[in-house]
């Protein structure tokens, strides 16, 4: 018996990348919400639309049809591979967690945007609302807000928005200005209802869930991955594509117990604020060289091309994560041409 812990993106894809690899053992999934696995993108970006989107309808599989039983409960407890739900103790060769990360809550009273019934009491919120955090979540938050008429307000500390770019963020600091979005660093007088967007963290349940690149924790049998695992080397949990990515490398170390490392995976985000499609791959160390019209940043660190980031510009976003790693000058990623034709007029 596989068990399973946790029923998102990460959990879900693990038993479908099981199965695709013709994985013919029982399969239990442990899940908390009591709903199918939905994604969590559109719970920001889409609040006010499609917001409730189930990933078996994006193709991502069906959680029913995988796996032999889902049982509804709230893991309580790990020990070895034996997963307790209170007093019931769920016994497997094999135990996945896939737990995720629950929001950061800071201010009391305030909400938060994690689950699908998050979003549902983030839309029945009416008049003005303050977006604690300025990072990618609360942008979407805000952009989203104002754009279904509400007053909006996002207060950052540190001194820009989405820190994590540096002066690559201007454009969309600028795009929410433009949008009628206020920024500051400290709290209004008159706040409305307050949203924290302030990160999150990991649900662990207590262990140590850092893993190697196949997902494998410390203790034997027993793997993690998405949002609550700390993958050695990087990148940082909390992203989808890195979750995505780690659910097919798990079930690659289940069905063939591999002795080779796989290459490390790279920092992958998208995002859309204020109705742009944001694209960001790789590192954001070394020098940032930014085209004039800030649609697209190109990292460069001892000649070579390190992350991107992109703002409509999608397929300079595919151009970065093709080619990372490429010898590329300040002079020549300054040009405005399509990253592809740039390094292509190298070769
Ligand atoms: C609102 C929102 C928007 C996002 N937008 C983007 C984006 O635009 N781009 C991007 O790259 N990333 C985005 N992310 C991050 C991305 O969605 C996550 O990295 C991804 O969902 C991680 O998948 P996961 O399965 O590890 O965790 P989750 O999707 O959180 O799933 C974990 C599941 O485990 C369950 N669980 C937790 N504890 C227990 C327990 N003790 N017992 C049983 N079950 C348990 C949880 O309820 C949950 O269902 C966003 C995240 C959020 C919250």
Known sequence: MLTICGTGLAGLRVAAELRERGYTGQIRAIDREGVPPYDRPPLTKELFGDYRRPLSAEGFGQLSKLV?????????KVSGTTAYVGDTAYESDTLVLALGAD??????????????ADADRLRAITGSVTI???????????????????EVT???????????????????????????VGIT????????????????????????????????????????LGDCATLEPGPRWGH??????QASRVAEAITTDPDTEPDPLLIDVFSTIAGKELILIGDTEGTPVTLP?????????????????????????????RNLGATLTNEEAIDSLPLKKILRSKR
């Open 103 to 116: 929001a950061r809550q800071i201010i009391p009273g305030s909400l938060t945007i994690r689950t699908r």
């Open 68 to 76: 032999d039983e889902v049982i509804h409960g709230t893991v309580t």
């Open 185 to 224: 660093r400290t709290m209004p007088d008159q706040p409305g209802t307050i949203i924290e967007a302030t990160g999150a963290i990991q649900n662990t349940l207590g262990l140590d869930l850092r893993t190697d690149l196949w997902g494998r924790t410390a203790i034997p049998n027993v793997y993690a």
């Open 293 to 321: 019209d800030g649609s697209r940043t190109l990292w460069i660190k001892d000649g070579v091309l390190v992350g991107g980031f992109t703002i409509d510009r999608p397929a300079d976003g595919v151009a970065v994560r």
């Open 154 to 180: 996002i207060v950052e500390i540190a001194d820009q928005i989405l820190p994590v770019l540096g002066p690559a963020a201007k454009p969309i600091e600028q795009a929410l200005l433009d949008l009628g």
């Open 240 to 245: 989808w594509n890195t979750a995505l990515h």
């Open 132 to 150: 604690v955090g300025g990072s990618w979540l609360g942008c979407e938050l805000a952009s989203s807000f104002r754009a279904a008429g509400h």
